[in-house]
Protein backbone atom coordinates (compact mmCIF):
# COMPACT_ATOMS: atom_id res chain seq x y z
CA UNK A 1 0.00 0.00 0.00
CA UNK A 2 2.41 2.43 0.74
CA UNK A 3 4.68 1.53 -2.14
CA UNK A 4 1.20 2.01 -4.64
CA UNK A 5 1.48 5.45 -2.64
CA UNK A 6 5.07 6.60 -2.71
CA UNK A 7 5.17 5.48 -6.54
CA UNK A 8 2.17 7.80 -7.11
CA UNK A 9 2.94 10.88 -5.24
CA UNK A 10 7.11 10.38 -6.63
CA UNK A 11 5.30 10.95 -10.28
CA UNK A 12 3.41 13.42 -9.17
CA UNK A 13 6.64 15.64 -7.69
CA UNK A 14 7.95 14.69 -11.32
CA UNK A 15 4.95 15.94 -13.01
CA UNK A 16 4.41 19.31 -10.36
CA UNK A 17 7.73 20.13 -9.20
CA UNK A 18 6.62 23.09 -6.88
CA UNK A 19 3.73 21.13 -5.32
CA UNK A 20 4.48 21.35 -1.86
CA UNK A 21 1.58 18.96 -0.78
CA UNK A 22 2.81 16.19 -3.50
CA UNK A 23 6.37 16.41 -1.86
CA UNK A 24 5.29 17.15 2.11
CA UNK A 25 3.07 13.81 1.44
CA UNK A 26 5.69 11.62 -0.30
CA UNK A 27 8.13 12.21 2.70
CA UNK A 28 5.49 11.39 4.80
CA UNK A 29 4.36 7.95 2.92
CA UNK A 30 8.12 6.97 2.92
CA UNK A 31 8.68 7.74 6.70
CA UNK A 32 5.61 6.06 7.86
CA UNK A 33 6.58 2.60 5.66
CA UNK A 34 9.91 3.21 7.83
CA UNK A 35 12.11 3.96 4.64
CA UNK A 36 13.98 6.84 6.27
CA UNK A 37 17.16 7.07 3.76
CA UNK A 38 14.94 7.64 1.22
CA UNK A 39 12.63 10.33 2.73
CA UNK A 40 15.87 12.11 3.75
CA UNK A 41 17.17 11.63 -0.03
CA UNK A 42 13.93 13.37 -1.08
CA UNK A 43 14.17 16.35 2.02
CA UNK A 44 17.49 17.25 0.33
CA UNK A 45 16.31 17.58 -3.39
CA UNK A 46 13.20 19.10 -2.17
CA UNK A 47 16.01 21.62 -0.70
CA UNK A 48 18.17 22.00 -3.77
CA UNK A 49 14.90 22.47 -5.88
CA UNK A 50 14.07 25.41 -3.61
CA UNK A 51 17.91 26.80 -3.39
CA UNK A 52 17.67 26.85 -7.34
CA UNK A 53 14.66 28.46 -7.15
CA UNK A 54 15.63 31.16 -4.72
CA UNK A 55 14.02 30.09 -2.32
CA UNK A 56 16.90 29.56 0.37
CA UNK A 57 15.31 30.23 3.75
CA UNK A 58 12.94 27.35 2.93
CA UNK A 59 15.61 25.11 1.65
CA UNK A 60 17.31 25.59 5.38
CA UNK A 61 14.24 24.67 6.87
CA UNK A 62 14.11 21.27 4.92
CA UNK A 63 17.72 21.21 5.60
CA UNK A 64 17.01 21.22 9.53
CA UNK A 65 13.92 18.94 9.25
CA UNK A 66 16.96 16.04 7.66
CA UNK A 67 19.08 16.86 10.46
CA UNK A 68 16.04 16.37 13.11
CA UNK A 69 15.75 12.69 11.44
CA UNK A 70 19.85 12.62 10.91
CA UNK A 71 22.29 14.76 12.66
CA UNK A 72 24.81 12.97 11.26
CA UNK A 73 23.65 13.87 7.41
CA UNK A 74 26.86 15.31 6.17
CA UNK A 75 24.84 16.16 2.61
CA UNK A 76 22.49 18.26 4.19
CA UNK A 77 24.93 19.85 7.00
CA UNK A 78 26.91 20.71 3.72
CA UNK A 79 24.45 22.50 1.98
CA UNK A 80 23.42 24.91 5.20
Known sequence: RYDQ?????ARAVVEFP???EHRERLIDVLIEDGQQD???????????HLVHRGQRDEAAQRLDE????????SEA???L
Do not use: F, G, N
Open 38 to 48: RAIAEMIAWAR
Open 18 to 20: DAR
Open 66 to 73: VLLLDAQQ
Open 77 to 79: RAL
Open 5 to 9: AATVL
